[in-house]
C-alpha cells in the first residue's frame, strides 16, 4: 500500500494550497483529485484578489504559497482597487484567463518536490479507532496517510437548482461525494447549509460590444507575487452594460419559477452577492443594476456577466439577458444555477483547522463555510501547514488577528462561527492599518521561514530586502532636524522648537520622501520601492502605535492558554447560555474566550479564576 | 450558578419585610419553606415553616418565572411581617437549603449579566436607591428608565451609520457605490458631535444634583455666618460665639433646599491676619467659596472684601435685627430675611439643576470626552475625501467603541448589518 505523510482531498483551491504548503515543509505529500485537469479550476467569477481577498493572496504569497504566482502568471486585467485611498486598503485585483491559471496550477503542483499527484473519486476514509489513516479510492484502493485534509468544497450532499429542476451535484457535471458524507456524517460534527449561486455564461461573439462602456486594466499593474516582476499575458478590458427595468420586469414576472423564491432552497445566501431575484426584490426602488462582462480567458469565447447570478429556469434566463444593452441577440453557453451543499460548523474545529473528534483530520476552505476562492486557498495553507506540523510532531502555527487577515479569517471561523458563506472584507480587520498588502512579507515571510515552508529563492530575496528597509528607515531616524532647518528644505512646519526626524516628518501628509533628500543626501540611493513602504509606515505610526496598546491587551489575554481538558461547567457563575457556547468554541485562550458572541467581562473574570486556581493547585 | 438570597427591606423593625430568592433553585427551596407555590406573578398567603414543619411566619408569596424577572432568573418573593427575629429565622433556614447569602450588590450584577440591565441603569439604580431629594431621583429615574442608554444608542446607531458609509466605500470599492460619502459622514459625525457637547455641558449640573451643589457663605469675621448656616439648617452645625474667627475650618452641612441636594459651607471670616492658623483658614476658605456654586456673602457693602460676587452669587448686610439703613439684610438670630434667602438660592439651584444632562458620572464625562476628540479628528479627516478614509474609519471606530463601553459592546456585523440593509451589493 501507498504511504504519505500528509494526503489532501480536492485539488481546488484550497486542496492545491495545502498540499503545496505541505510538500515545501519536506512531508511526503499527496493530492488526490477526481480529475488531474481540473486542479485550480475556478468554478466562479474569472477573478482573483479584491478588497481582503487581494491581502490574502499577498499572505499566501509571502508564506511562499502558490496561487499569487499562479494569478500573476495569467492575470489578463490587472487593476488595484482603492487606488485612491489609503495604502491600508488597497487591494490587488485581477481577471483570471480561466485555462492559463489551470495551467500554472498543475505546472506548480507538478513541479513541486515531495508532491504526488493521486487521479480517482475518494469514496472513504481508513480509520483506526478514532484516528484517520488514510483513504479509499472508488476503486477499491486504499492509501494511507498521517493526516488526511479534506477540501471537498461543496460537493457534500451539493444540490443544484436551475428554476424548480434540481438535481444531486457539486459543479455541473460532477458527482457529489454523497458516501464521504455519511462517514463525515458518524463524526457527529454539526453541520448547516449553505447556498450559492452563478450567472449563465454568455457566448462573446454574440456580444454587441460596441456602445458598451469598458473598464481598462491599470496601465502599471500591481501584482499578486512579491518575486513577479511583470503581467505574463497581454491586458485586457471588461465591458460594463445594465440592467433595465424591462429587466426587472421579466425577473419580477417570473420570481415564482425561481428555485430560490419558489421555496426549493432552503441554505442560507450571502448577502454581498445576491442573485439578480434578491436584488430586484430587496432593492425594488432601484431601476438599475450593473453588469461587468468579464472575458474568461484571452482565447476563449465565454464572457462571465458578474452581477446576475440567478436560479430561473432556462428560458426565462434567456429573456432577461436578452433584454439587457448589448446582449440583445445574446446566446448563453451554460446556464446561471443556484447550489445548495452542506458546511461544518467551523466553531467545532480547533484553530489550526483539525477536527477535535479526529486527530489526523484537517478541514480546508468551503466546507468550513466560506466562500471565495482566496479563503479557500488561505485555510488550505493553514490545514495542509498544521497538518505537516503535527506528522512533524511539532506545535501547530497559529496565525494571530493582529498579524494577518488569514488569523482574522480562521479566528472568525472558529470562534464566531458562520451565519452566510463567510468572505473576507477589510471591515473585518481590527489592525487594518498594520495589515496592509504591501507589508505582507514583512509580516509573514520571516515565520514562513521558522516553519519551513519558504524556499531559498523567496528568503534571499526577503532578506534583501529587509536589509534595505532596515538601512533606509536608519538613515531617517538618525539625526534630530530644528524646525529651521526644516524649513530650509521647503517643508511647513510649526516653528514650535520641537526637533522631529525625518521618519516624523514624513507621517506629515503634505511631505513625501523626495521631499527629504535635501536634509539628508544619503537618502538619494534609496530604491523606489523601499521609498514608498516607509511612507507607508510613517502614514499609520501614529495609529499603529495607539494599535499596539490594544494588540498588547490581547496578547496578554493570549498568555491565559485554556487546557483542552478545561470544565467550564465547573466555573462557577457563567450562565448556561455562556457555558454552552464555551463549550462549543471550545476557546484556547482567553483572548479567543473574549471574542465569542455575548461574552461579558465577568465571565472572562470567572473563567481566569479557575484557570488561576487549577494553576494553583497544579502547582 | 448558585441560587442567592437576602433582606431585600431595611433591618429593623417593620410592617412588612421581603427576603429575595433568585437562581436555578428559587422555586426548590421556596417548596421546602412554604410548600405549594403560587402560580407566577399571582401573590397568594402561604405558612413559611422550618425543617421541622413548625410555621415561623405567614407571608405573602410571590413567584417570577426567568428570565421575566428582576434578574433574569426564577425568583421568588416572601413578604413576611416585619420583625427582626422573624427574618433571623427565615434567613438562617435558607442557608441550611440549597441557597446562599447574596454578596452585596449580587441581584444587580445577575440583572447585568443576564441583560436585564445595562451598566448605565445599574449606576442609575444605585443613585435611586441613595436619592434623598426630589431631583436626584427624577435624575436617577431619568438613567434608571434608559434615557442615556437610548442616547447612547442614537449617536451609536450614527456612528455605525457614518463608519459604514465609509467602509462600503472601502470594502466595496469595485461594486455600484457612491465614491464619495463625505457630506453625509460629516453630517452624522457633526450631529453626534453636537449631541454629546450638549451632554457634556450638563454634566456639571447633573453631578451637582447627584452629589449636591455648594453654597458658601463668605464674608469678614463675626458678620454672622455661622448663626445664618444655623438658621438655615436649624441645627448646631457650626459653632457660633461672639468671638472674632471662630470658624478656622470649612463647616458643611448637607441639606435639601427645595428638592435640591445642597452642602452649606461655613468658612472661616476674611481678614489680614497673622494669626498661622486663621491664616490657613482664610486660605481655605477662599479657595472653597472660589470652587463653590454660589456664595452667600454677608458684609456691609463698604466693606472690601478679596472675593467679588459673580452673577448668581446673593449679597446681604448682617444683622438685620439690628440696622437702620433698609439695605437688604438678613439675621441668623431673628430668622428676618431668611425664608426669602432660601426661595432665591432654591429658585437659582432649581434653574442650574434643570440644566442637567444624562450623563452623571466621571466615568461618563471622560468617555464622551474622548469621544468628542476622536470625532474632532475623524471629521477633519473626511472632509478632505476619500484620501483618508482608512484613517478615519479608525477614529470613528475608537469613538464607537468607547460609547459602547458605556453600555454595550460594538461589533463589526452590527457594521455590516447596516451596510447591507443600505447598498445593493453584488456585481
Known amino acids: 500500500m501507498k504511504q504519505f505523510d500528509v494526503l489532501v482531498i480536492g485539488g481546488g483551491h484550497a486542496g492545491c494550497e495545502a498540499a503545496h504548503a505541505a510538500a515545501r515543509t519536506g512531508v511526503r505529500t499527496a493530492l488526490a483529485t477526481m480529475k488531474a485537469s481540473d486542479l485550480g479550476v475556478m468554478s466562479c467569477n474569472p477573478a482573483i484578489g479584491g478588497l481582503g481577498k487581494g491581502h490574502l493572496v499577498r499572505e499566501i504569497d509571502a508564506l511562499d504559497g502558490v496561487m499569487g504566482r499562479a494569478a500573476d502568471a495569467s492575470g489578463i486585467q490587472f487593476r488595484l482597487l482603492n487606488r485612491r485611498k489609503g495604502p491600508a486598503v488597497q487591494g490587488p485585483r485581477a481577471q483570471i484567463d480561466r485555462d492559463a491559471y489551470q495551467k500554472a496550477m498543475q505546472a506548480e503542483i507538478e513541479g513541486q518536490a515531495n508532491l504526488t499527484l493521486i487521479e480517482g473519486e475518494v469514496v472513504d476514509f481508513t480509520m483506526r479507532g478514532e484516528r484517520v489513516t488514510g483513504i479509499k479510492l472508488k476503486s477499491g484502493i486504499e492509501i494511507a496517510a498521517q493526516a488526511v485534509v479534506l477540501t471537498s468544497g461543496t460537493f457534500l450532499r451539493g444540490v443544484i437548482h436551475i428554476g424548480d429542476n434540481s438535481y444531486a451535484g457539486g459543479r455541473m457535471g460532477d458527482n457529489a461525494a454523497t458516501r ?116 474568461e480567458g484571452l482565447h476563449s469565447h465565454t464572457v462571465y456577466p458578474n452581477g446576475i447570478s440567478t436560479s430561473l429556469p432556462e428560458d426565462v434566463q434567456e429573456a432577461y439577458v436578452r433584454s439587457i444593452k448589448g446582449l440583445e441577440n445574446v446566446e448563453i ?58 506528522v512533524k510532531g511539532a506545535e501547530p502555527v ?22 452566510e458563506p463567510y468572505r473576507m472584507f477589510t471591515s473585518r480587520a481590527e489592525f487594518r492599518l498594520s495589515l496592509r498588502a504591501d507589508n505582507a512579507d514583512q509580516r509573514l515571510t520571516g515565520l514562513g521561514s521558522e516553519i519551513g515552508c519558504v524556499g531559498e529563492k523567496r528568503a534571499v530575496a526577503f532578506g534583501a530586502k529587509m536589509d534595505a528597509l532596515t538601512a ?148 | ?103 452585596p450588590g449580587e441581584f444587580t450584577r445577575r440583572a447585568l449579566e443576564n441583560d436585564k440591565m445595562d451598566l448605565l441603569q445599574v449606576e442609575a439604580l444605585g443613585d435611586l436607591i441613595s436619592a434623598e431629594t426630589e431631583a436626584q431621583r427624577r435624575q436617577a429615574m431619568r438613567g434608571y428608565d434608559g434615557a442615556f442608554t437610548a442616547r447612547i444608542d442614537g449617536w451609536r446607531m450614527d456612528l455605525i451609520r457614518a463608519a459604514a458609509l465609509i467602509e462600503a466605500t472601502i470594502d466595496f470599492a469595485d461594486e455600484d457605490v457612491p465614491v464619495d460619502v463625505s457630506p453625509e459622514v460629516s453630517q452624522l459625525l457633526q450631529g453626534v458631535q453636537q449631541g454629546i457637547q450638549a451632554d457634556l455641558s450638563g454634566f456639571a449640573a447633573a453631578e451637582r444634583v447627584r452629589i449636591g451643589f455648594e453654597v458658601a457663605i463668605v464674608g469678614p469675621p463675626n458678620a454672622g455666618k455661622s448663626t445664618l448656616l444655623n438658621a438655615l439648617a436649624r441645627r448646631d452645625a457650626a459653632i457660633t460665639s461672639q468671638h472674632a474667627g471662630t470658624t478656622r475650618d470649612v463647616i458643611e452641612v448637607q441639606m435639601d433646599l427645595g428638592g435640591v441636594a445642597v452642602t452649606l459651607l461655613d468658612t472661616a471670616g476674611l481678614r489680614d491676619t497673622d494669626d498661622e492658623v486663621e491664616a490657613e483658614g482664610v486660605a481655605r476658605a477662599m479657595s472653597r467659596a472660589q470652587a463653590a456654586d454660589i456664595r452667600v456673602f454677608l458684609a456691609e457693602q463698604s466693606e472690601p472684601l478679596p472675593l467679588s460676587p459673580l452673577p448668581d452669587d446673593i449679597v446681604l448686610a448682617p444683622k438685620a435685627d439690628l440696622r437702620t439703613d433698609g439695605a437688604p439684610s438678613i439675621s441668623g438670630t431673628t430668622g428676618e430675611g431668611v425664608q426669602n434667602l432660601v426661595e432665591r438660592l ?13 450623563a452623571t458620572q466621571e466615568r461618563h464625562r471622560v468617555a464622551l470626552q474622548s469621544a468628542i476628540e476622536d470625532l474632532s479628528a475623524a471629521m477633519e479627516k473626511v472632509e478632505k475625501g476619500p484620501d483618508l478614509y482608512d484613517i478615519a474609519a479608525e477614529d470613528i471606530r475608537t469613538a464607537t467603541r468607547v460609547l459602547a463601553i458605556l453600555i454595550g459592546r460594538v461589533d463589526v456585523e452590527h457594521l455590516l448589518d447596516e451596510v447591507f440593509s443600505s447598498f445593493c451589493l453584488g456585481k
Open chain 2, 1 to 103: 450558578m448558585d441560587t442567592i438570597f437576602a433582606l431585600a427591606t431595611a433591618q429593623g423593625r417593620a410592617g412588612v419585610a421581603v427576603i429575595r430568592i433568585s437562581g436555578p433553585s428559587a422555586f426548590d427551596v421556596t417548596h421546602q419553606l412554604v410548600g405549594d407555590i403560587p402560580p407566577p406573578r399571582l401573590a397568594s398567603l402561604r405558612k413559611v415553616r422550618d425543617a421541622d414543619g413548625t410555621v415561623m411566619d405567614e407571608a405573602l408569596v410571590l413567584a417570577f418565572s426567568g428570565p421575566a424577572s428582576f434578574t433574569g432568573e426564577d425568583v421568588v418573593e416572601l413578604h413576611l411581617h416585619g420583625s427582626p427575629a422573624i427574618n433571623r429565622a427565615v434567613l438562617h433556614r435558607l442557608s441550611a437549603l440549597d441557597a446562599r447569602l447574596a454578596e
Open chain 1, 180 to 295: 464521504l458524507a455519511e462517514r463525515i456524517d458518524s463524526f457527529g460534527l454539526p453541520l448547516g447549509r449553505l447556498k450559492t449561486g452563478t450567472p449563465p455564461r454568455l457566448d462573446s461573439r454574440t456580444i454587441h460590444w460596441d456602445g458598451l462602456d469598458q473598464q481598462e486594466a491599470d496601465e502599471d499593474p500591481s501584482l499578486f507575487s512579491f518575486l513577479s516582476e511583470r503581467a505574463a499575458l497581454p491586458q485586457i478590458s471588461c465591458g460594463i452594460t445594465h440592467t433595465n427595468s424591462k429587466t426587472h420586469d421579466i425577473i419580477r414576472d417570473n420570481l415564482s419559477r425561481s428555485a430560490m423564491y419558489g421555496g426549493h432552497i432552503d441554505g442560507v445566501g450571502p448577502r454581498y452577492c445576491p442573485s439578480i431575484e434578491d436584488k430586484i426584490v430587496r432593492f425594488a426602488d432601484k431601476d438599475s443594476h450593473q453588469i461587468f462582462l468579464e472575458p
Open chain 1, 398 to 419: 497559529h496565525f494571530r488577528r493582529d498579524q494577518s487577515y488569514i488569523g482574522v479569517m480562521i479566528d472568525d471561523l472558529t470562534t464566531r462561527g458562520v451565519t
Open chain 1, 333 to 390: 453557453l451554460q446556464p446561471g444555477y443556484a447550489i445548495e451543499y452542506d458546511y461544518v460548523d467551523p466553531r467545532a474545529l480547533n484553530a489550526d483547522l483539525s477536527v477535535p473528534q479526529v486527530p489526523g483530520l484537517y478541514f480546508a476552505g468551503q466546507i468550513n463555510g466560506t466562500t471565495g476562492y482566496e479563503e479557500a486557498a488561505a485555510q488550505g495553507l493553514v490545514a495542509g501547514l498544521n497538518a505537516a506540523l503535527h
Open chain 2, 346 to 358: 432654591s429658585a437659582t439651584l432649581s434653574d442650574r439643576a434643570s440644566g442637567a444632562g444624562l
Open chain 1, 472 to 619: 533606509a528607515k536608519a538613515l531617517l531616524e538618525q539625526d534630530l532636524f530644528t524646525p529651521r532647518q526644516i524649513q530650509g528644505a521647503n517643508i511647513r512646519v510649526n516653528q514650535d522648537g520641537t526637533k522631529r526626524t525625518l521618519f516624523q516628518l514624513l507621517a506629515f501628509p503634505d511631505v513625501s520622501f523626495d521631499n527629504l533628500i535635501p536634509l539628508s543626501a544619503a537618502l538619494e540611493a534609496v530604491d523606489g520601492d523601499i521609498r514608498a513602504q516607509l511612507e507607508r509606515d510613517a502614514l499609520y505610526a501614529n495609529y499603529v502605535d495607539r494599535q499596539r496598546q490594544d494588540v498588547d491587551r490581547l496578547r496578554k489575554d493570549e498568555k491565559h492558554a485554556i487546557p483542552a481538558d478545561f470544565d467550564f461547567a465547573a466555573v462557577n457563575g457563567l450562565s448556561n447560555e455562556l457555558r454552552s457556547k464555551l463549550e462549543h468554541v471550545r476557546p484556547h485562550d482567553l483572548a479567543q474566550a473574549g471574542r465569542i458572541d455575548g461574552m461579558t467581562p465577568a465571565a472572562l473574570a470567572l473563567i481566569l479564576g479557575r484557570l488561576r486556581y487549577l494553576e494553583k493547585k497544579q502547582a
